[in-house]
């Protein structure tokens, strides 16, 4: 495995943790993935995670930009369920991430009640740590191959639904992909 240039294995370690926090919640939100990278981009990311919406006729907007704002969240909640620490001040040192929530939440005044039961969702753990082994299984994947293309996230995530199908946090990813528009 070939490691970017001034990065241990430790730090890529975690930057694939973090990326397939984004990955698979846009998996989750029924985005369509295109590529997640635990290698830098021309940005200099240490890593990214790039998907298209693909909009049901009956979404609106909103509901869109609500699923951008968890998915930008998830990152640092992945982060969260292996190292510790409150998703939010792992956000705070993640700042595109951070841009990300923060612009989406102003432009569209995303009402609070629903983004703190998110984020008291994030916080308690029921979301994340019960989906851990989905995030370990595609961080390995991440590692060994630095990229992931949608093709190969989709071919990894039916076997890990099952994984966690019987799982409260099972109903937690349905239910928040379920929410109807805000
Ligand atoms: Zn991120």
Redesign the pocket.
Known sequence: MMLPAGRTRECDRRIAI?EAG?GLMAQRMGMWVEIVSADPDDDRRDGYCQYDILLAHDEVERHCHWRRCVIAYA?AAAESIFYGGDPDSILFD?R??LCMVTKIRETVNLPSAEWLEFRNKARSEALFRTVRREVEIVADSLQECRKLSGDQLRQLLPTLSQVASASPAQSAWLCLRRQGPL
């Open positions: 973090h984004h990152g993640r595109d991430d």
